[in-house]
């Protein structure tokens, strides 16, 4: 239980720290000129559609895990963590061959500016809604081997930390107090989250074993 609880923690922090997930909230702060109170309202509902969305397909994910953990639990428990670890090599392989990646969510764009608070607002909602963390998505299948107990950990972790991580970003970018390398974190996000699906599969595999 506690490999599942940190596993969620590293992958929704990593998550949560994509430029692109909290730089246009700053951006359309300061354009749309949205106090405090305006551009957290708007980081909530645009996280809590990204997230709500990517746990819905984790929770079908963890369900079908379930099923074939009750049939073949010796299998399951293998072919969890192996899961990971080829998620994770892809993701780290990618990586190097693009040299970078951008995680579209979302991003800023003229039109944008000219949209009242709540077409912004809704736009971006949407958009992140339909665009889940399909990384994550795999652990999901790992922590359906412990039943319905991991799914909702890896559910109310991921929610949680993403939305406090992303509080946490556009507060400190509105008072112009965050210097966080944004640029690595945007080029590199697949080789990063790669490497710790592989630590994760590792550990999974100790444990198991």
Wanted: with cysteine; net charge neutral; aromatic share 12%.
């Amino acid at each position: 239980m506690w490999q599942i609880f940190l596993g969620s923690l590293f992958l929704s922090v990593i998550h949560a720290l994509i430029p692109n997930h909290w730089i246009p909230l700053i951006a359309l702060s300061k354009t749309e000129r949205w106090n405090t109170r305006e551009t957290l309202l708007a980081t909530f509902i645009t996280g809590f559609s990204h997230t709500v969305s990517t746990i819905i397909i984790g929770i079908i994910v963890g369900f079908a895990g379930i099923e074939l953990s009750e049939n073949y639990g010796h299998l399951t428990k293998v072919a969890a963590p192996i899961i990971l670890l080829v998620i994770g090599v892809v993701y780290f392989l990618m990586d190097l061959r693009t040299g970078h990646h951008h995680h579209h969510h979302f991003e800023l764009k003229d039109r944008d500016r000219k949209k009242t608070k709540i077409a912004v607002i809704t736009s971006l909602s949407i958009a992140m809604f339909l665009t889940p963390c399909i990384e994550i998505e795999a652990y999901y299948f790992q922590a359906s081997t412990i039943g319905w107990t991991g799914i909702l950990i890896v559910s109310l972790v991921y929610l949680l930390i993403t939305l406090l991580v992303m509080f946490t970003l556009v507060y400190l970018g509105m008072k112009g107090i965050n210097r966080l390398n944004s640029h690595f974190l945007e080029h590199h996000e697949k080789g990063i989250t790669g490497i710790v699906l592989i630590l994760l599969a590792f550990m999974a595999f100790y444990i198991e074993f």
